[in-house]
Each structure stands twice: as C-alpha cells, then as structure tokens.
C-alpha cells in the first residue's frame, strides 16, 4: 500500500465588483491547490468520529470545522454519519471507499491530515479521492481550546480547535498532496505561502488555508476569507439545480 501524504498543524499555531471577482476566480486554478478531488459520484463525503474521540465541546467545534465548508453551497459536502468507528489507523488507506475518520491519539503535531486517492488504496485512479483522515493529538505541547469565545493566553496560549478543525477539513476536500502528485503553488501541502500578505501572523485577513491555519490564542482560522473561499469554488461548482417533474 502506497504512503498518504501527511499534513502537519505547526504547533507553537463582502459584495466585490464583478471585475474584481473574475480577476480572484482567474487567480485561482483549481489544478494549483487541488491535484486530487472528490467526484465520480462522492460529492457527499461522510465521515465519522473516532469512537475514542472526546464527546462534548470538542466534537462540536470538529463539527462546526466541517460545515465552515458546507456554508459555500458547493456541489462537495461533507455529511458526519453515526455511529462511530472502532479503532483503526490514522495513517492508513483504507479498503472501503469513503471510510473518512476523525482520530484522536498520540501524535507529532497539533492535528494532520491523510489522503488517499484510489491508487494510493491499491486501484488506478490518482486523480479523485478515496478516503480521507484526520487526527488531532491529544497532547499536544500547548493545551486545547474548546470554547467559543476568545482563546485564553494565561499561563499559555491554547490550540482553538474550530480553528484547527476547519484548517484541517480544508485539507480533507482535497487541497495538499498525494501520492505522485503535488499542487503547483504554496509548499507542495495545500497552504497558502506565508509570503503572502494575508499569511502575515499579525493580519486581521489571516486566511485559515494559510501553513500555520491560527497560531496559538489567536481564532481567526475560524472564519474562511477571499483566498480561501475562492479556491474552493474554482475547483467545485455550485450543487445541481433540481428541475421538476411535468405535471
């Protein structure tokens, strides 16, 4: 089985004239951020909890993380499913088509995400999806934040989980690299460069896609901007219009 690429949360973490708009859109292939994607009828991507994962607040951030995404009204979705899952690994591609899950376990990092495409689970196709997988590590060297107000910074500054939730689910649509394939801008894991302006730690614009999605105490990852919503869009149209039947 092929090795996902594996995506690590650095720890330390408007009405526009039309012009306007089609200048963004035509800044943003969707080639350059998303060399793989869903599609071939799994526009709907479920996903489940870990059975181990913490209930409560945390859950509902993670939650609230994966329908930051939904809110663009793109044909892509994500749709949580229960019951949870038993234990398996975060590292893993997983036979069944769309066993995405969201662990919770010792690891290297704030949180990660693991695709999979269908090659990278044993079939031929490198250029949709097949799984993806997220973890959050349970003890990570700052604590986490679970609320929904300001991130308290005494004695430390904490991990915002919404923050890292929805950074992370942007991975999970598609944005980062796969096995064979890497996107043509950013740093070859789905993030904006942290040249750019809006990458900018001390930004009011802070973009959530950008490498360090939120640093520490800071909740601006949870509000997706211009940059982030506009690759998302460029790479996933709007969702089917449904045409009645004659009556």
């Not at 990092?109 to 997988?133: E, I, M, P, R």
């Not at 796969?178 to 040249?195: A, C, K, N, R």
């Not at 999605?213 to 996933?236: M, Q, S, V």
């Amino acid at each position: 089985m092929s090795k996902a690429e594996r995506f690590a949360w650095a720890c330390c973490l408007v009405v526009m004239p039309l012009l306007s708009f089609m200048n963004a859109a035509r800044a943003h292939p969707a080639v350059d951020w998303f060399p793989a994607s869903w599609g071939e009828n799994h526009y709907t991507v479920d996903w489940r909890f870990g059975e181990n994962f913490p209930s409560g607040d945390f859950r509902n951030r993670v939650i609230t993380g994966a329908q930051t995404w939904n809110n663009l009204n793109r044909i892509m979705t994500f749709n949580r499913q229960t019951p949870d899952y038993g234990s398996f690994s975060v590292y893993s591609c997983p036979s069944q088509v769309e066993k995405n899950g969201i662990h919770w376990g010792d690891y290297d990092g704030v949180a990660f995400t693991v695709l999979c495409t269908f090659k990278d689970a044993g079939g031929s196709d490198n250029a949709h999806l097949h799984s993806f997988q997220i973890g959050f590590d349970k003890s990570p060297q700052n604590p986490w934040y679970t609320g929904t107000g300001g991130v308290s910074c005494t004695p430390t500054c904490r991990n915002d989980a919404w923050s890292v939730a929805v950074h992370e689910f942007g991975h999970a649509t598609g944005r980062g690299s796969t096995v064979g394939i890497l996107e043509t801008q950013g740093d070859g894991s789905g993030h904006f460069p942290m040249s750019w302006s809006v990458c900018n730690l001390t930004s009011s614009e802070f973009h959530s896609m950008c490498k360090f999605g939120a640093p520490n105490g800071a909740t601006w990852g949870r509000t997706l901007n211009t940059h982030d919503i506009d690759t998302f869009k460029n790479n996933y149209g709007p969702p089917p219009v449904e045409v009645p039947s004659p009556k």
